[in-house]
T-cell receptor, first 115, second 112 residues
Framework: EAGVVQSPRYKIIEKKQPVAFWCNPI?????LYWYLQNLGQGPELLIR????????DSQLPKDRFSAERLKGVDSTLKIQPAELGDSAVYLC?????????????FGQGTRLTVV | DAKTTQPNSMESNEEEPVHLPCNHS???????IHWYRQLPSQGPEYVIH???SNVNNRMASLAIAEDRKSSTLILHRATLRDAAVYYC?????????????FGKGTLLTVNP
């Protein structure tokens, strides 16, 4: 079974440019998460989806970040415009559902470098 | 979110057992204790979770204190591939408590 697939693996852009990340969760997983991970820190939740609905986006900087999950499957995370401080690893994860006993599966992440 | 406290780093020798501690004194009765680990340049991966009783799986064992205010992840025979950051996370029930809130974790170094 394929795991969570993210693309691209690496992205280098100039500041003020837009960038998008794509995530394909494990088939049948209703819950999808986007996390941001700075160097030396643990992942921080940006947004959580239950099917198509964003149920927790309180940590998403909505002035420049946006996300969507069309048809409750794939998801994209966009930054426009990117800033130097956005350089980080962006992780996508999915799980069968939100219940506390359900493990989450993570992708390898997209490493963004803003120059 | 309920907080956890872990040592910043630990060191072990290959083929020896490793006990990774976690304190969670503010745990609520419905919080599950989850452990994830993150190998270099990889996303986190699930290790084990439990509620009250000790748990064993092919990767590790989880020992939970009787008052549930602390827990210990046990790797029975550390290998070089176990070198990673280990995160102890409390996952509750209901609404935003379903999310996984990561701390800084414990960086485990395994010496050959």
């Amino acid at each position: 079974e394929a795991g969570v697939v993210q693309s691209p693996r690496y992205k280098i852009i100039e500041k003020k440019q837009p960038v998008a990340f794509w995530c394909n969760p494990i088939s049948g997983h209703n819950t999808l998460y986007w996390y941001l991970q700075n160097l030396g820190q643990g992942p921080e939740l940006l947004i959580r989806y239950e099917n198509e609905e964003a149920v927790d986006d309180s940590q998403l900087p909505k002035d420049r970040f946006s996300a969507e999950r069309l048809k409750g499957v794939d998801s994209t995370l966009k930054i426009q415009p990117a800033e130097l401080g956005d350089s980080a690893v962006y992780l996508c994860a999915s799980s069968l559902g939100p219940r506390d006993r359900t493990e989450a599966f993570f992708g390898q992440g997209t490493r963004l470098t803003v120059v | 979110d309920a907080k956890t406290t872990q040592p910043n780093s630990m060191e072990s020798n290959e083929e020896e057992p490793v006990h990774l501690p976690c304190n969670h004194s503010t745990i609520s009765g419905t919080d599950y204790i989850h452990w994830y680990r993150q190998l270099p340049s990889q996303g986190p991966e699930y290790v084990i979770h439990g509620l009250t009783s000790n748990v064993n799986n092919r990767m590790a064992s989880l020992a939970i204190a009787e008052d549930r205010k602390s827990s210990t992840l046990i790797l029975h025979r550390a290998t070089l591939r176990d070198a990673a950051v280990y995160y102890c996370i409390l996952r509750g029930s209901g609404g935003s408590n379903y999310k996984l809130t990561f701390g800084k974790g414990t960086l485990l170094t395994v010496n050959p």
